[in-house]
C-alpha cells in the first residue's frame, strides 16, 4: 500500500499569511494527488485535484504543487474561514490512503 | 445538483446488525464510484473501500477487509455499508463519496455510536 505522510500535524497563522502543508508519497503516484478541507463538524470538501487543479467553487488563493513525491498545498493569504483541518489523498491503486491531517488554526 | 444523502445517526449495542445508506441524486448513479470513509472520534479520515453501481465490483483497504460489507442497488441509485457484529471500536463518523478519480462529493455523514 502506498503510504502518505502529512506535515505539519499542525500550525496556527494569522490572516494575510501564506502558508504551505506537505504530503511525501511512500512511491511515485504521477500526480493522482487530491487535497481536502473539513471544517469543525462539516464533511470533508474537494479543493484540489491532480495535485494542482482546482476544485468547483475553490478560491485561488488555494494552489497545489507537485516536486516527485512530494505534493504542497499553498494557502496565500489566510482568511478566518480557512480555519479547518486538511488532508491530502493518493488515489493511484486502492487503497486510496489520506495523509493524517494537518489543523490549521487561525 | 449532485447530492448524496446518507441514512440518519444509529445506537447499537455490541454484537448488534447495522445497514446504513447513501442515495445518489442529480447525476448517473451507475457511471461513477461510491467510496466509503471512517472518522473515528478527533481522529483522521481513513479509506474503507469503493463499490462500482453497475456491476458491484468492490475494492476494500485491507483494514476493512472482512470487516465490513460495502453493496449497491441501482434500481435504488443506493450504496450501502454494513456490519454483521458491531463493536464498541466501531464507533465513528461514516461518509460516503462520489468518486471521480478523486472525491470530489461527499454525504454528510452518519454517527454511529456502538455502546452497551
Known amino acids: 500500500d502506498i503510504q502518505m505522510t502529512q506535515s505539519p500535524s499542525s500550525l496556527s497563522a494569522s490572516v494575510g499569511d501564506r502558508v504551505t502543508i506537505t504530503c511525501r508519497a511512500s512511491q511515485d503516484i504521477s500526480n493522482s494527488l487530491a487535497w481536502y478541507q473539513q471544517a469543525p463538524g462539516r464533511a470533508p470538501k474537494l479543493l484540489l485535484y491532480?495535485?494542482?487543479r482546482l476544485g468547483s467553487g475553490v478560491p485561488s488563493r488555494f494552489s497545489g504543487s507537485a516536486s516527485g513525491t512530494d505534493y504542497t498545498l499553498t494557502i496565500s493569504s489566510l482568511q478566518p474561514e480557512d480555519s479547518a483541518t486538511y488532508y491530502c489523498?493518493?488515489?493511484?491503486?486502492?487503497?486510496?490512503?489520506f495523509g493524517q491531517g494537518t489543523k490549521l488554526e487561525i | 445538483e449532485v447530492q448524496l444523502v446518507q441514512s440518519g445517526a444509529e445506537v447499537k449495542k455490541p454484537g448488534e446488525s447495522l445497514k446504513i445508506s447513501c442515495k445518489g441524486s442529480g447525476y448517473s448513479f451507475t457511471n461513477y464510484w461510491i467510496g466509503w470513509v471512517r472518522q473515528m472520534p478527533g481522529k483522521g479520515l481513513e479509506w474503507m473501500g469503493i463499490i462500482y453501481p453497475a456491476d458491484s465490483d468492490t475494492k476494500y483497504s485491507p483494514s476493512f477487509q472482512g470487516q465490513v460489507t460495502i453493496s449497491a442497488d441501482k434500481s435504488l441509485d443506493t450504496a450501502y455499508l454494513q456490519w454483521s457484529g458491531l463493536k464498541a471500536s466501531d464507533t465513528a463518523m461514516y461518509y460516503c463519496a462520489r468518486r471521480d478519480g478523486q472525491f470530489d462529493y461527499w454525504g454528510q455523514g452518519t454517527l454511529v455510536t456502538v455502546s452497551s
Open positions: 489523498q493518493h488515489y493511484y491503486s486502492t487503497p486510496h490512503t
Open positions: 491532480g495535485a494542482s
